[in-house]
């Protein structure tokens, strides 16, 4: 499974949006009449969405690495321990999509981006963010400058 390019898709007259066959394609044939939707944990006014499976499968990953196996049992039976999944958890929503791919957007989701007739659906590899495309353009040229200097520290000999 791999997330690929930036589309912007214009909201329907209903305030829908359409995921892609290209995004479509990427959930799990299993797994492809739903996906999940959650708040990016650092960046506000971003949407993450993943398949099911991807989601489930990366909080269980979250919950090792963050807490290890004793932490684990521990956030399962404190009901006061933080547990970064369950933080994750709480906000994300399984999304039904028609046939199509259409979906609806719930409205907290609507609203963090500040949705104006479109979104922008950007592939990260294991999962695709949705972005307000204005902030997604700021976003894209300020790591295309970073990009840039990356680039620029491989140099590593060349003279």
């Known amino acids: 499974m791999a997330f690929r390019s930036e589309i912007l ?12 066959a290209a995004f479509r394609d990427e959930l799990p044939p299993d797994d492809r009449g739903a996906f999940v939707l959650y708040h990016s944990p650092n960046v506000p006014g971003v949407v993450n969405g993943n398949s099911r499976f991807g989601f489930d499968a990366m909080l269980d990953r979250l919950r090792v690495e963050a ?12 009901d006061e321990a933080f547990d970064p999944a369950g933080y994750l958890s709480a906000s994300a929503r399984t999304i039904a999509m028609e046939p199509d791919g259409r979906f609806s957007l719930p409205a907290e989701f609507a609203q963090a981006l500040d949705v104006e007739g479109s979104v922008m659906l950007v592939g990260k590899g294991d999962k695709f ?3 307000n495309p ?26």
């Open 67 to 78: 807490l290890g196996p004793k932490g684990s049992l521990k956030v399962a039976l404190d």
């Open 9 to 20: 898709i214009k909201l329907d007259k209903k305030g829908r949006v359409l995921l892609p």
């Open 129 to 131: 963010q949705m972005w």
């Open 134 to 159: 204005a902030r997604w353009q700021a976003r894209r040229d300020g790591d295309r400058e970073k990009m840039a200097a990356f680039v620029r520290g491989l140099g590593g000999g060349d003279a």
